[in-house]
């Protein structure tokens, strides 16, 4: 069977696309190879979407869109996408669960928290080390834990660990934060952070689990261990585009570059979200995105009939 419309990947900027499409009477279908919500779905409070003055946490919000797209009558079914096949008329996705075909493919996959490279990060995987505060945060109750970065999503989820963790370490190779003021405020006033500035982590160090971190002044160029009970990454995020193997346009950093209506290099395909190249990746970002890539494919469908 041919849909109008198939998206890959159920985070906002997916399930925002599910929504309009469906809603403008295309036959559309979701693809997503977990739980929808992406890394939306996985903050534990979202204090900046419009409408939700008390915040909202990030898996609440993102039940609520896919609900919506499911009452417009989208389908949204769990495969995980293999390889596609975007040039011609008709594209093609291939998934562990079989072949779909459309006129029209949205790319919303998003993209994953980027790993330190550093010996023991992939040893401690889920040992202590973890790119998910709101998952394994409650695991550090009383803890001593690390936070590598200086972005908001660092901030955020250091100030999120403090309700479970004794103390919190926020580890940063600059001198000054990143993120947004309101969140270096309240991380200065939190009694429970502490700032290792200009600073880096060079090894992981344990037994079954993680018990230290070597520690590298990057100014003084010296180094120490010191004791820990885990580490959460977060450093930035890579494109989760690594399935394309066609003649799709991506930028240096491997994300999809997009015209201003949101179509790629290829016709009728578009991208949209934080697997696109673009400089905000915010989930109100994504909801607009999701919004463009469904209305100009519901156009790109009216020019082809």
């Not at 400089?279 to 999701?290: I, P």
Request: hydrophobic fraction near 35%.
């Amino acid at each position: 069977m041919e849909h109008d419309l198939i998206i890959i990947g159920g985070g906002p900027a997916g399930l925002t696309a599910a929504i309009y499409g469906a809603r403008g009477g295309l036959d559309t279908i979701l693809l997503e190879k977990g739980v929808p919500g992406g890394q939306a779905g996985q903050t534990h409070m979202i204090e900046n979407y419009p409408g939700f003055p008390e915040g909202i946490s990030g898996m609440e919000l993102m039940m609520k869109f896919a609900e919506q797209a499911k009452n417009y009558g989208a389908k949204i079914e769990t495969s995980e996408v293999q390889k596609v096949a975007l040039k011609g008329q008709t594209k093609k996705v291939i998934t562990n669960n079989g072949e779909y075909t459309a006129r029209t493919v949205i790319i919303a996959t998003g993209a994953h928290w980027r790993s330190l490279n550093i010996p023991g990060e992939k040893e401690f995987y889920g040992k202590g080390v973890s790119y998910c505060a709101t998952c394994d945060g409650p695991f550090f109750r009383d803890k001593k834990v690390a936070v590598v970065g200086g972005g908001d999503s660092a901030v955020e989820e250091a100030l999120f660990l403090t309700r479970f963790a004794r103390e919190v370490k926020i580890i940063h190779r600059r001198d000054t934060l990143r993120a947004i003021k309101v969140l270096q405020d309240r991380a200065h006033d939190n009694p429970k952070i502490t700032f290792y500035w200009n600073s880096v982590v060079e090894e992981i160090i344990g037994t079954d689990k993680v018990n230290k971190l070597k520690i590298k002044d990057v100014k003084n160029d010296t180094t120490r261990e010191e004791d820990f009970d885990g580490v959460f990454v977060f450093i930035g995020t890579e494109p989760n585009s690594q399935f394309i193997e066609e003649d799709l346009t991506l930028d240096a950093g491997g994300y999809i570059v997009t015209r201003g209506n949101l179509e790629t290099s290829i016709p009728g395909v578009f991208a949209a979200g934080d697997v696109r190249s673009k400089d905000y990746k915010q989930v109100s970002t994504a909801v607009g995105d999701g919004a463009v890539a469904a209305m100009s494919a519901e156009r790109y469908l009216a020019n082809l009939d």
